[in-house]
């Protein structure tokens, strides 16, 4: 099987139409920046007068404080700052363990190159690593025009949990005990890494997140309200998670080694290697874990002539083993264009054993009860290699900027299962699943007056997955998806007005080998707009809209087995919904409180849904469109610095849903309030460790057809730094008190159901990391002359 581009539908001259513009624009502007000034200096420390070595060094322009550009000294101590153009600035020089600089104004003419005559001398910082880290952190949350921020890097759970495990700390996302990621307790939402869909593609992002370390987040963005730049799949919002990158030059690396309760193993390590023009990366990951989860069913069934009770109880183990690989290379051929290539390899095995019991009794008569057993154990091996190039081309006018990325990958999976019944005997199936998806996107950025820019670009996405099953293949299933996009976009500020708008166009069209075939055009226009009404407060408005397109899962008809009292089935005349989402935002800051607050209204059509229905004593659960949904709520959100070592974020939302089926769904108008909460204080005490506590809370809530219960977890995290700096030890408890559940009421025609789901909720895990390389032999050498603790958080 191949994939090709398809240019079809003639998007690719249309995306050269978009950008002829822009380019002709540049060339026009392009000899009015003339950039041909240099700064010239040297760094030095002020006990020995010594050179020093990869100092950062910074240059912004005035009065705006913008960052024009950086570099770092080199061995002599020495630094070069090209390419500037005639005007006014200031430069701020910073190295680890010593105090930073910042220069008084001065002013570059055209083609001057200064030289600064005497050294620039840096003193030794007198205060403990973790003064410095406390004074120099950044808050946890800053809200832009389009997004939240939430900065991760120091949070004690990010040095030994997963991205999964610290992505639960954050305000508005909640993680499921199976892995997944909601957003306002919404499961559609889309996970990018670095803005990208390439980083998981072919895998789900649970599964992916769950094997990836938290130390390599630098910080995580939430986005409700996604601009038109971005892919306009999902129907909740955006969840971005931004990777450090690797600066220092020299050979650095990391490794690191997990053990948890109940047979839980990890162990990481990753290494660069960064010589100017051309950086090598690489990781190789390995996870055991098993788990333990059960639950119970009780579903009262009415029949012609009489009510059945059925009751299940099932005890299961899962196990997954995973290795994983990563090899990445940059090339940086200028200044101006940098070239980029990596692979990666998975290999998943993952094993599911469970023992069904099933208990059926007659209400009405006096029968003794039906009691049957089953065993099933189900083991799947999943291969799959991800291949990522991309190219960057910076322009000599800052801010003009077009990149490149392109993705591929190719997954198997052999799927295999068996089962031991009392009544049938032994039974086995076994399907395997191919998977083949690539992503091509092309983006530029052109600046428009002093404070504002152009963007535009486009984007191919293709989706092919095979299922087959080689001793039936009527079961065989064959699902393709081609999405075309094309997105416009302006954003700037003029005093205190900030704005972006835009407009994306995406063609999709989707088949199946099950007489499913689906084509469509759909506009989905973006509005931000920011306003201060002082230097401590701001509104935002904004609104966007989103789309969700039924998936494999939802369209593949293949039965599983695993347990014959609960089937789940695709249908075949499933149609994509439309979410629109407009929110407004308040923000009050305060010397050491910042309150935010949101109004929010999600209103979704046609909704695809789950729906569960009961024939021939058997629960059927499909996904089907079964009506609107509104979903209206506030948020709270205060963030508070009681002091340089303890602070607190609380987070409150309200929400009131309301589920309105359509003519052909058996089900009534479901509605109900609803709140969930959650409150996470971080304390960094001064040469002790770093303890953190994540509470939440989640009411009841509706669903289509029932409800979920509430629900009460409390989470510990702590984190030390050893060694000098060189090393780390944390601990991570998830759900200290265990008493996190997740029990799912549902009723539907002629029968009603209630399931409680027992995870292995209360975990521990303790993970020990050591840091090597070049740029923590320079910090051994610098702690012995000054005798200050350095963390690797400060470079």
């Not at 994983?324 to 264009?337: A, R, S, T, V």
Request: net charge negative; hydrophobic share 30%; glycine share 8%.
């Amino acid at each position: 099987m191949s994939l090709k581009l398809d240019c079809r539908n003639g998007l690719l001259p249309v995306l050269l139409f978009f950008l002829s513009p822009a380019v002709h624009s540049y060339a026009q502007d392009s000899t009015k920046a003339i950039t041909n000034s240099y700064l010239n200096g040297v760094v030095v420390e002020n006990e020995h007068q010594k050179p020093l070595e990869y100092a950062t060094v910074s240059i912004y322009s005035l009065p705006d404080s913008l960052l024009i550009k950086g570099t770092i000294t080199n061995r002599k101590g020495e630094f070069e700052l090209a390419d500037l153009a005639g005007s006014s600035y200031y430069y701020k020089i910073e190295y680890l363990g010593f105090e930073s600089y910042s220069s008084k104004p001065i002013l570059l003419k055209e083609n001057e190159k200064l030289l600064l005559s005497d050294p620039l001398v840096l003193h030794a910082d007198t205060q403990t690593i973790t003064e410095v880290e406390v004074t120099g952190n950044r808050d946890f949350a800053r809200i832009e025009l389009d997004k939240t921020v939430y900065n991760v890097s120091k949070s004690p759970v990010s040095d030994g949990g997963t991205i999964n495990e610290v992505l639960a700390t954050i305000p508005k996302l909640n993680v499921t005990a199976n892995g997944g990621i909601q957003l306002r307790g919404s499961s559609d939402v889309k996970i990018l890494i670095d803005g990208k869909l390439s980083g998981l593609l072919g895998m789900s992002p649970g599964d992916v997140l769950s094997n990836m370390p938290a130390a390599d987040v630098d910080r995580v963005e939430v986005i409700t309200s996604p601009s038109a730049k971005y892919d306009a799949s999902g129907s909740a919002g955006i969840v971005n998670i931004i990777m450090k990158k690797e600066r220092v030059k020299g050979f650095n690396g990391n490794a690191s080694a997990t053990i948890g309760t109940v047979n839980k193993h990890s162990g990481r390590t990753a290494l660069s290697l960064r010589t100017g023009k051309l950086n090598f990366s690489g990781s190789y990951s390995y996870q055991d874990n098993w788990s333990g989860r059960d639950y119970e069913l009780s579903r009262l069934t009415e029949t012609e002539t009489n009510v059945e009770m059925l009751k299940v109880s099932a005890d299961a183990d899962l196990g997954n083993r995973s290795h994983i690989g990563q090899f990445g290379m940059d090339y940086l051929i200028n200044d101006k264009n940098t070239m980029s290539c990596s692979v990666t390899n998975r290999n998943v095995k993952q094993n599911k054993n469970g023992f069904y019991k099933y208990s059926r009794t007659l209400i009405t008569s006096s029968t003794f009860p039906n009691e049957t057993s089953r065993e099933s154990a189900v083991d799947i091996d999943l291969t799959s290699w991800v291949y990522n190039a991309s190219y960057i081309r910076k322009f000599d006018r800052k801010g003009q900027e077009l990149s490149f990325d392109a993705a591929y990958t190719n997954n198997n999976a052999e799927n295999y299962g068996n089962y031991t019944d009392e009544t049938e005997g032994n039974t086995s199936d076994f399907f395997n699943s191919d998977r083949e998806e690539a992503i091509v996107q092309l983006d530029y950025k052109q600046p428009v007056g002093d404070a504002g820019s152009i963007e535009t670009g486009y984007m191919y996405r293709t989706n092919e997955i095979n299922f087959d099953e080689p001793i039936d293949l009527s079961t065989a299933f064959n699902y393709k998806e081609s999405i075309h996009g094309l997105y416009f976009q302006l954003s700037g500020e003029k005093g205190n007005f900030g704005y972006q708008v835009g407009l994306r166009s995406e063609y999709s069209d989707i088949e199946t080998n099950k007489a499913y075939n689906d084509d469509y055009l759909d506009f989905f226009p973006s509005v931000h707009f920011s306003y201060k009404l002082s230097d401590n407060k701001q509104v935002l408005l904004t609104y966007s809209k989103m789309i969700y397109r039924p998936d494999s899962g939802m369209l593949n008809p293949f039965q599983n087995l695993s347990d014959p009292e609960n089937q789940k089935l695709g249908r075949k005349d499933l149609g994509a919904y439309y979410t629109h989402m407009p929110e407004f935002t308040f923000i009050y800051k305060r010397d050491k409180i910042t309150y935010t607050t949101n109004l929010y209204y999600v209103y979704t059509d046609n909704i695809i849904n789950q729906f569960r229905w009961v024939k021939d004593d058997v629960a059927i659960v499909t996904s089907e469109n079964l009506g609107s949904k509104h979903y209206a709520g506030v948020d709270f959100n205060l963030e508070t610095k009681f002091n340089k070592w303890w602070s607190i974020n609380s987070y409150l939302s309200g929400i009131y849903q309301k589920f309105t089926p359509s003519g052909e769904a058996h089900f009534s108008t479901n509605d109900d309030f609803g709140f969930f909460g959650k409150l996470t204080s971080t304390m960094r005490i001064p040469k002790w460790f770093n303890f953190q506590t994540t509470l939440r809370y989640d009411s009841d809530m509706p669903v289509a057809q029932g409800s979920y219960d509430q629900s009460f977890q409390v989470d510990f995290a702590f984190g030390k730094r050893i060694m000098k700096g060189k090393a780390s030890i944390s601990l991570w408890i998830y759900d200290v008190l265990n008493n996190s559940k997740y029990n799912v009421n549902t009723s539907g025609d002629r029968f009603t159901q209630r399931m409680k789901y027992n995870f292995e909720n209360r975990v521990a895990n303790f993970t020990f990391r050591y840091y090597f390389g070049k740029k923590y032999n320079v910090l051994k050498s610098k702690t012995h002359g000054s005798g200050v603790q350095h963390s690797e958080k400060d470079i």
